[in-house]
Antibody, heavy 118, light 110 residues
Framework: EMRLVDSGGDLVQPGGSLRLSCVGSGFAFNNYDINWVRQAPGKGLEWVSYSNANDGTTYYADSVRGRFTVSRDNAKNSLFLQMNSLTSDDTALYYC???????????WGQGTLVTVSS | QSVLSQAPSASGTPGQRVTISCSGTSSNIGSNSVYWYQQVPGSAPKVVIYKNDKRPSGVPDRFSGSKSDTSASLAISGLRSEDEADYYCASWDDSLRGVLFGGGTKLTVL
């Protein structure tokens, strides 16, 4: 079974940092671009970041650029999201998502909850 | 980050055909493919249409997509109770260099 498992979400104070992890299994992780998508409680989907399968290219939403950094370790089928200078606006369920050859977001993690609050 | 424009809600009775629209600009829908995602409350989203009008295997042919200029639509025919969900359109934006999602349309089956 092809799956992504995300983890690392927690309660953190404003201004704090957190590192999310995503591990893929059942497919060739190093052949796929992976994204982070978040969903604030009761709100819609918001794309956060993109990581190219192999060439190191990354993109970020304006709302997180300069604060979040995505990295990956293909040898360990893993993707990471380092989140710094967190604010209450970053409170959301964060999904790790695979983009297939058609660029469709076809495999989603179960989501990991980040809560920024004092 | 801007969002693609969707009506917040839509509804229909079983068996009806409903259409959900998504409006964008020349830098996103006007020059890139549109994707549609279905999200049932409490679950992760699922792709139901990719590259404007293509259906993944396993998605019923009651679901169809279309695109014209800077707008796109998702149509669901023969509406069923299990179609009740939130639907999001998405497209790459060349100016922002990122993916944009629509605000989502909550579909209610009456």
């Amino acid at each position: 079974e092809m799956r992504l498992v995300d983890s690392g979400g927690d309660l953190v104070q404003p201004g704090g940092s957190l590192r999310l992890s995503c591990v893929g299994s059942g497919f060739a992780f190093n052949n796929y671009d992976i994204n982070w998508v978040r969903q604030a409680p009761g709100k819609g989907l918001e794309w956060v970041s993109y990581s190219n399968a192999n060439d190191g290219t990354t993109y970020y939403a304006d709302s997180v650029r300069g604060r979040f950094t995505v990295s990956r370790d293909n040898a360990k089928n893993s993707l990471f999201l380092q989140m710094n200078s967190l604010t209450s606006d970053d409170t959301a369920l964060y999904y790790c998502v695979r983009a297939n050859i058609e660029d469709a977001f076809d495999i989603w993690g179960q989501g990991t909850l980040v809560t920024v609050s004092s | 980050q801007s969002v693609l424009s969707q009506a917040p809600s839509a509804s229909g009775t079983p068996g009806q055909r409903v259409t959900i629209s998504c409006s964008g600009t020349s830098s996103n829908i006007g020059s890139n493919s549109v994707y549609w995602y279905q999200q049932v409350p409490g679950s992760a989203p699922k792709v139901v249409i990719y590259k404007n009008d293509k259906r993944p295997s396993g998605v019923p042919d009651r679901f169809s997509g279309s695109k014209s200029d800077t707008s796109a639509s998702l149509a669901i025919s023969g509406l069923r109770s299990e179609d009740e969900a939130d639907y999001y359109c998405a497209s790459w934006d060349d100016s922002l260099r990122g993916v944009l999602f629509g605000g989502g349309t909550k579909l209610t089956v009456l």
